[in-house]
């Protein structure tokens, strides 16, 4: 059963330490930090009380560590900035003094005091006095709690088999982690794989990603599961029970050689998804030529046999029997101790901004029609042709931010888009020639990373010509040209712009079926629809629940540099925390009252963690608390109807000393 609820010692009389952070002048800049460490001073059981220009810093930590050792202190307040920051760094130097952790209290006078209270720097001198002494009288019922570890399974899953996720699992299998890589498409390679080249080097994107998709395929320590999707997951940090179904490919993967001589038989041609519906595939395909694996699929939506059984000339005809129409989905259960979830992201629906014509206008594409397009395995084999003659175009102009930065749709910036129409630009140039005339309409120009503003200046003295002004509407001519008025703000001037083709560069979305994902995993999400971070800088890869990482575009739009990068760290938490073998749970948990808990179930029906099992304690039903699981967050405990649910350093008392404290003031 759960563990018993800490209690203080009769003899632990408290010797609390307080120490008032000046944090340079983001606090003293405000708040008048020695005069709160004055009046600290005089409430009942500091011991010490002082004020330090950086706490945090390792003169500042040493303070705290001689003072508990020559003062006897057992209690340390420090009123800094937001615990978020430096919880865990004074934490361990309280440790390293010979204190247990969770002693330790944090006020927070920089983000809830000195930075919100800028013009009123006698008031928030006042408020930062009375968060110091609600942070001292809850310091007084603080009690120890020790952590307890959990062995792990030293195995990951990948959700997710683009650029993030193949990155991913290499890194992690590089360092000796079983993984398993699991892909809902037929292949891997995700997004790069439809692209033509990469800025700022113009790395022909295949020649990049293809060799990494075979490593994947090729590693002992790799399992490739394409074609499938998790359907569930329970279970915690270190142990994570995962159900994974596997859909039919109605092809045999260990016979299948990928040949091809069953597509070429195949009677059935419909558009094909990643020539972005500009190509023709048939209903048994891969995707692309570089396909990993190299294993054909059977489209039952399309496939005759499935229709009216009348068709199975891709059986008859194939060399190594490999066609199955009696295939069933197959369900597996793994067990993981981590999870890295790289499930990318979409782009933008260019038909619910009408007025650009997409959809309506067929020379009006997107930027990855286009890269489709331009692409020697494409539709048109590279040759960039106008949709509705397959003519060559005399000019293109590029739109940007189609569905970023707007207040009617998505508010962030996308962040590839400014480099993917430089190099779309700049390939136009190459391959149509010079005298192409190539506009791009522009907000802002952000050409941050590593080379590409270099890039930036080699286009332009390309001669692509840069308009400051977004479009307001584009139309169709008669002769299938496509016509726009811009106001240029860099000129001042309104133009009318007259060309063969416009691409439209889109915003990078939360990719579908995160709403499904995001119940299974249960995970939080920001308001801009992607995986939330536990941390923006300290832990941009890590979520609030301990053992499930992020990587890559499904928690914001990033480019390839910055995606490879990210999955880079995600894998190395995810090393970090399995290579020892076991993993700390953290004490600050819920814990249940069992002579008291009427076994109701409220608390197991709104744990938005699945921390809580119904158990039989002596032939009456009690809640309990399954500590790996548990992050604290004390909704439990407040939907409790027989208060029978305390929170391990966050209990009743404690609460009611820091409101009787504010009251006093």
Not at 240 to 262: D, L, N, W
Not at 369 to 386: C, K, W
Not at 569 to 580: E, G
Request: with cysteine; hydrophobic share 35%; net charge negative.
């Amino acid at each position: 059963m759960n563990k018993e609820e800490p209690q203080k010692s009769d003899k632990d009389e408290p010797r609390i330490g307080i120490y008032i952070c000046h944090c340079g002048k983001n606090i003293a800049g405000t708040v008048d930090s020695e005069s709160v460490a004055e009046y600290a001073a005089t409430l009942p059981n500091v011991v010490t009380a002082k004020d330090y220009l950086y706490t945090c810093s390792e003169p500042g930590q040493n303070m705290i560590r001689d003072d508990i050792k020559e003062l006897g202190i057992n209690r340390v307040v420090v009123a800094a900035c937001t615990p978020k920051m430096h919880e865990q760094t004074f934490r361990k130097t309280i440790s390293d003094a010979g204190l247990n952790p969770y002693v330790l209290e944090v006020a927070n006078i920089r983000e809830q005091c000195s930075w919100c209270h800028m013009k009123e720097k006698e008031n928030a001198t006042e408020k930062a006095k009375d968060l110091v002494r609600m942070a001292i009288s809850r310091s007084r019922d603080l009690v120890p709690l020790e952590r307890t570890t959990i062995p792990v399974d030293k195995s990951a899953l990948v959700i997710g088999g683009g650029i993030a996720g193949i990155e991913t699992a290499l890194d992690m299998a590089d360092a000796g982690l079983k993984v398993y890589l699991v892909e809902r498409e037929t292949s891997i390679g995700g997004k790069m794989a439809q692209l033509d080249k990469t800025f700022p080097t113009l790395d022909c994107s295949a020649c990049i990603l293809t060799p990494k998709m075979v490593n994947v395929s090729r590693h002992p320590d790799i399992t490739l599961l394409t074609y499938s999707e998790v359907k569930n997951v329970d279970g915690y940090v270190g142990n994570f029970k995962v159900t994974v179904e596997r859909k039919p490919r109605y092809v045999i993967e260990e016979a299948c050689t990928g040949c091809g001589e069953c597509s070429f038989v195949c009677p059935v041609r419909v558009p094909n998804e990643f020539d972005m519906n500009r190509g023709k595939r048939a209903a048994i395909y891969v995707p692309f030529p570089q396909a990993v694996p190299l294993k054909f699929t059977i489209d039952p939506e399309h496939c005759l046999y499935f229709k009216n059984k009348m068709c199975t000339t891709c059986k008859q005809l194939c060399p190594k029997n490999a066609v199955d129409y009696d295939q069933e989905p197959e369900i597996l259960d793994l067990t993981v101790g981590s999870i890295v979830v790289a499930s990318g992201c979409d782009t933008f629906d260019a038909t619910k901004i009408p007025e650009l014509g997409y959809g309506r206008y067929p020379n009006v594409i997107t930027n990855m029609d286009f890269e489709r397009i331009v692409n020697a395995g494409g539709p048109t084999e590279g040759h960039i042709l106008r949709p509705s003659d397959n003519k060559e175009p005399k000019s293109v102009a590029i739109i940007q931010c189609v569905g970023a930065r707007d207040e009617e749709n998505e508010l962030y910036c996308c962040r590839y888009g400014c480099m993917a129409a430089m190099k779309q630009a700049y390939l136009l140039k190459e391959k149509l020639g010079s005298d192409t005339d190539v506009y791009i309409c522009y907000i802002d120009l952000r050409s941050f990373g590593k080379g590409y503003e270099e890039f930036y200046r080699k286009v332009r003295n390309m001669g692509v010509k840069f308009i400051r002004g977004q479009p307001s509407e584009v139309l169709q001519n008669p002769d299938g040209s496509l016509v726009f008025n811009v106001y240029n703000s860099n000129i001042a001037r309104h133009m009318k712009i007259t060309v063969d083709i416009v691409i439209l560069t889109l915003a990078l979305t939360p990719p579908k079926g995160i709403d499904e994902l995001q119940r299974i995993l249960r995970i939080s999400r920001g308001a801009d629809g992607y995986f939330l971070e536990a941390h923006v800088k300290l832990q941009p890869a890590e979520t609030h629940t301990k053992g499930i990482m992020l990587a890559g575009t499904c928690m914001a739009p990033r480019d390839i540099t910055d995606t490879v990068t990210h999955a880079a760290n995600a894998a190395a938490k995810a090393i970090d925390l399995l290579a020892p073998g076991e993993v700390p749970i953290e004490p600050i948990t819920a814990w249940v009252d069992e002579d008291i808990c009427s076994g109701c179930g409220i608390c197991w029906y709104i744990c938005p963690y699945a921390a809580i099992k119904i158990v039989d304690v002596e032939g009456h039903s009690s809640a309990e608390v399954v500590d790996a699981l548990c992050t604290g967050c004390g909704t439990c405990g407040a939907a409790c109807p027989s208060n029978a649910i305390t929170h391990r350093h966050y209990t009743s008392n404690q609460i009611m000393d820091m409101v009787i404290a504010a009251l006093e003031g």
